[in-house]
């Protein structure tokens, strides 16, 4: 059977990765469309061929009224994913919600808790654990190939041209570059080094906001401690380019990633100085196929609500 997907939102994200990947995904489609503005919404629609009959809605209630939408894709700046999923939860609808899924912890539980008790799948959108190369890496990482992990730093940054955006502002968001990016960095690190390390057990961070001097992060460190004595750093920033970069460091050997944070799924890896062959694949496709697959299958997805919510509680107690 086909599940019938909403995309909440038509911004960048959703215009720009989601829906043309939802088109390659067995088994799903992009049903129908929320919007603040009807045209946006019906070019959007059009644009990516949206399924149902009345497909275009600026009113999310009227959206979730359709019995034939069975899940939503939430694309809309951060303070909103709370309050779109518990809506969604309510009226039996399955959530992806894009990350971070919420802007404090209190969020982060209400939405779990929706949707565990409407019985609903609850999946957080990091693409970057559909990267191929990524997996790859993940897979020889978790089977020991670099031995005892020791350290991990993740460097992704990017360069604002203007202050005039949502992220930048308290109005529907609370991070700046930890939300738009350091929030991969982080899922990212949870996922090679929570296996083998533990939870994480100290936290020191130095944000600055001294440029565009508004409430939210600009250049953002984050320096982790596990359980196992393992140790992780992370740099997010708003003012400048910088090559993204992740390294792995074990007992026995390292990796390295260069360039394959983004959407591409690209980039390369290294792990002991060797190149690691992969084979290139768009993560949005792998991470929309994992939660509709999630769904009939009736298993948890590969990042779920409580997942999710760790790493809004690392994010929130960055800028605390
Ligand atoms: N996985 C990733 O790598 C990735 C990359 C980028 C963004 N994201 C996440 O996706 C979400 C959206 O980010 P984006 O970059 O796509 O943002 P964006 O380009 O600003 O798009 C957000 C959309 O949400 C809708 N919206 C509803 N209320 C809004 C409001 N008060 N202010 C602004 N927009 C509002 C708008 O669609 P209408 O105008 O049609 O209503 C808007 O186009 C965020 O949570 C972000 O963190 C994830």
Same mark, same amino acid.
């Given at each position: 059977?086909? &599940?019938?997907?909403?995309?909440?939102?038509?911004?960048?994200?959703?215009?720009?990765?989601?829906?043309?990947?939802?088109?390659?995904?067995?088994?799903?489609?992009?049903?129908?469309? *929320?919007?603040?503005?009807?045209?946006? /919404?019906?070019?959007?629609?059009?644009?990516?061929?949206?399924?149902? %009959?009345?497909?275009?809605?600026?009113?999310?209630?009227?959206? *979730?009224?359709?019995?034939?939408?069975?899940?939503?894709?939430?694309?809309?700046?951060?303070?909103?994913?709370?309050?779109?999923?518990?809506?969604?939860?309510?009226? /039996?609808?399955?959530?992806?919600?894009?990350?971070?899924?919420?802007?404090?912890?209190?969020?982060?539980?209400? &939405?779990?808790?929706?949707?565990?008790?409407?019985?609903?799948? *609850?999946?957080?959108?990091?693409?970057?654990?559909?990267?191929?190369?990524?997996?790859?890496?993940?897979?020889?990482?978790?089977?020991?190939?670099?031995?005892?992990?020791?350290?991990?730093?993740?460097?992704?940054?990017?360069?604002?041209?203007?202050?005039?955006?949502?992220?930048?502002?308290?109005?529907?968001?609370?991070?700046?570059?930890?939300?738009?990016?350091?929030?991969?960095?982080?899922?990212?690190?949870?996922?090679?080094?929570?296996?083998?390390?533990?939870?994480?057990?100290?936290?020191?961070?130095?944000?600055?906001?001294?440029?565009?001097?508004?409430?939210?992060?600009?250049?953002? *460190?984050?320096?982790?401690?596990?359980?196992?004595?393992?140790?992780?750093?992370?740099?997010?920033?708003?003012?400048?380019?910088?090559?993204?970069? &992740?390294?792995?460091?074990?007992?026995?050997?390292?990796?390295?990633?260069?360039?394959?944070?983004?959407?591409?799924?690209? /980039?390369?890896?290294?792990?002991?100085?060797?190149?690691? %062959?992969?084979?290139?694949?768009?993560?949005?496709?792998?991470?929309?196929?994992?939660?509709?697959?999630?769904?009939?299958?009736?298993?948890?997805?590969?990042?779920?609500?409580?997942?999710?919510?760790?790493?809004?509680?690392?994010?929130?107690?960055?800028?605390?």
């Amino acid at each position: 059977m086909t &599940m019938n997907i909403a995309i909440l939102g038509t911004g960048r994200i959703a215009d720009g990765q989601l829906a043309p990947a939802l088109t390659e995904v067995d088994g799903a489609r992009l049903w129908s469309v *929320l919007s603040r503005d009807p045209l946006r /919404g019906r070019e959007f629609a059009e644009r990516h061929g949206a399924a149902a %009959e009345n497909a275009v809605h600026t009113d999310l209630d009227s959206l *979730l009224a359709d019995d034939d939408l069975d899940a939503v894709l939430i694309a809309s700046p951060d303070k909103l994913h709370a309050p779109q999923c518990e809506a969604a939860a309510r009226a /039996g609808k399955h959530v992806l919600t894009e990350k971070p899924m919420a802007t404090d912890v209190a969020e982060a539980e209400a &939405m779990v808790e929706a949707c565990d008790r409407a019985g609903v799948t *609850l999946a957080v959108a990091y693409h970057m654990r559909w990267h191929a190369g990524h997996r790859q890496l993940a897979a020889a990482v978790h089977a020991g190939r670099l031995g005892t992990l020791r350290h991990m730093r993740a460097q992704w940054t990017f360069l604002a041209d203007s202050d005039e955006n949502w992220r930048a502002s308290p109005e529907v968001g609370r991070w700046w570059g930890l939300a738009g990016v350091g929030t991969h960095c982080l899922d990212q690190v949870r996922w090679l080094m929570v296996p083998s390390c533990g939870e994480i057990i100290v936290q020191e961070n130095l944000i600055s906001r001294d440029v565009w001097k508004g409430p939210h992060d600009e250049t953002a *460190l984050v320096v982790l401690g596990f359980e196992s004595g393992a140790t992780a750093e992370i740099c997010s920033s708003v003012l400048f380019n910088a090559p993204k970069r &992740m390294e792995v460091f074990g007992s026995d050997s390292y990796a390295v990633c260069d360039d394959t944070l983004g959407p591409h799924g690209g /980039g390369a890896i290294s792990i002991g100085g060797e190149p690691m %062959e992969y084979r290139v694949s768009n993560p949005f496709v792998g991470e929309i196929a994992d939660f509709a697959a999630a769904v009939a299958e009736g298993r948890a997805p590969e990042v779920d609500g409580r997942e999710g919510m760790r790493n809004v509680a690392t994010l929130v107690a960055a800028v605390s």
